[in-house]
């Protein structure tokens, strides 16, 4: 079995999985053959993609971390907001994932548009008790895990579907109108004698983060129960992972990249460090591009979670890249759900506001040449970048040019610092601009001088494109989790 993108899929392409739709029971059973038609229907209704089986695909097993008709009744539950049978599936998701060898969760998620939030919550939860298995947590603590992440997201219902929906930037009503789901399923849950207060607690902390930069409360690391820190870097893997009105998927690599560049700072390095072993960066099943040209599809799992086995489209070849010495130096340059359209991580921002609208201006100041040219390269596709050497020249550029929407700037440089430079524009009109800070080192210091100064977020040097980009993309458009 392998996934094909829904704009690869042809018309005698065989379905491996049944396709679920929350509207349909069953919208397309395992075993059938895709015609023009049924393609087409995927397409309308938002679907990535599917799983089909075909010659080169007949030996790859894709392991389901929970069964098929756990997921259905977990997104039905969730759906009816019936926590009476949300902690009954949560107990069968445990007894799923206690029986698994070997904790990975392989199996993409085939939602459509629609059933974003419902599978959403069920993804969330797989996820997290996987995470939490893996981590040796109690049987309760684990079903505990369960429960809030299948909850986690209720209060969303109470929110207006057009500011969920809503493509682009939200305004700030809208925006606080968002960052008040934790507060609402934490109040859908208060009085219900079913739900334990832990699990009320994981419910509202799913947006906190490590640094006390998170909502609704603001609460530091100490004070984050360890289910809510499970369930937030999950939550945020899973809505990068898909695609939304306002944003195209990232890859599982990519998505796991933004993770890590988070580590410490949004989320809890131990939980970071264990989802790694539990959410693949190259599932099997998924088409990958090599270094030299070649196209492939991940038949299995190695040691080496960015050396899977693959196996060549075109000739069926199996290599294992943990071991082949005739691939030691050939590595995976792209995979996911947009392989045909484009192989450059470039497509990631394809479809995000801002593509057909005046591109945003972003100011980067930092003394190393080097590491201005490393943020210019992570942001020039979508943004209007300008790069400065100094905070002396930031100010001369400001007072000439007026305030670009964004500034990014490093803290440590010679003469003015970031922090002080920052604090010198505040004589000026900056209107609305936004300021991100880069560090090398997040001591607690630095972080109050950057909160002090105004800062909406700082970066830790050396740069991770993709956490860069999405935080600058949080700090400008407000694109968060809705
Ligand atoms: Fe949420
Ligand atoms: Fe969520």
């Known amino acids: 079995m392998r996934f094909v993108a829904v704009d690869d899929l042809e018309p005698g392409m065989k379905l491996g999985r049944k396709i679920i739709n929350r509207n349909v029971v069953s919208m397309l059973q395992k075993g059938v053959v895709l015609n023009e038609m049924t393609i087409a229907r995927l ?43 949300i902690i009954e599936v949560a107990k069968q998701m445990v007894a799923d994932i206690s029986k698994l060898d070997r904790i990975s969760v392989d199996m993409l998620d085939l939602r459509s548009f629609d059933d974003y939030t419902y599978h959403h919550s069920v993804n969330v939860a797989v996820y997290a008790v996987a995470v939490a298995a893996k981590m040796e947590l109690p049987e309760e603590k684990i079903q505990e895990v369960a429960v809030a992440a299948l909850c986690h997201d ?21 925006f606080e109108e968002i960052r008040r789901h934790p507060k609402y399923s934490y109040d859908m849950l208060y009085d219900n004698e079913l739900v334990s207060s832990s699990v009320r607690q994981a419910v509202i902390c799913h947006h ?13 690391s100490f004070e984050i129960p360890l289910s809510a820190k499970i369930i937030h870097a999950v939550d945020v893997y899973d809505a990068l992972t898909s695609r939304r009105a306002y944003k195209e998927p990232y890859a599982p690599v990519d998505a796991l990249e933004y993770i890590t560049g988070g580590k410490g700072i949004l ?70 759900l947009l392989l045909q359209e484009s192989s450059e991580v470039e497509s990631l921002n ?36 300008t790069s400065l ?8 550029y400001i007072k000439a040019k007026g305030a670009p929407d964004l500034l990014i700037m490093d803290i440590d440089m010679p003469g003015m610092d970031g922090v002080t430079t920052v604090e010198n524009l505040h004589e000026y009109d900056t209107g609305d601009m936004k300021i991100v800070f880069l560090t090398a080192v997040a001591d607690r210091d630095t972080v109050i001088r950057c909160k002090m100064a105004g800062a909406a977020d700082y970066i830790l040097k050396p740069v991770n494109p993709i956490y860069l980009r999405e935080r600058v993309s949080i700090a400008i458009d407000k694109n968060l989790d809705r």
């Open 43 to 85: 397409k309308i209704n938002g679907y990535l993609g599917a799983y089909i089986v075909d010659d080169i695909s007949e030996d790859i097993e894709i392991g389901e971390t929970i069964s098929e008709q756990t997921f259905e009744e977990g997104v039905t539950a969730v759906e009816e907001a019936d926590v009476g049978s």
């Open 154 to 174: 209720l209060g969303k219902t109470k929110i207006d579907p057009a500011i969920i929906n809503k493509k682009g930037r939200l305004d700030d009503d809208e």
């Open 208 to 220: 906190e983060n490590e640094n006390g930069s998170g909502y609704p409360n603001g609460k530091e």
């Open 267 to 336: 989320f809890d390095p131990r939980v970071v460090e264990v989802m790694m072993t539990v959410i693949p960066a190259y599932p099997p099943g998924m088409d990958v591009i090599l270094s030299n040209g070649e196209r492939a599809v991940v038949s299995a799992h190695t040691t080496l979670a960015l050396r899977p086995v693959i196996k060549l489209h075109g000739t069926g070849k199996e290599i294992d890249l943990s071991k082949d010495p005739d691939y030691s130096t050939v590595f995976i340059t792209a995979s996911g």
């Open 350 to 385: 394809e479809g995000r506001p801002g593509k057909d609208v005046i591109k945003k201006k972003v100011l980067v100041v930092d003394d190393s040449s080097i590491s201005r040219g490393q943020t210019k390269s992570a942001l020039q596709s979508v943004y209007d970048v």
């Open 389 to 396: 050497e100094s905070g002396t020249a930031c100010i001369n």
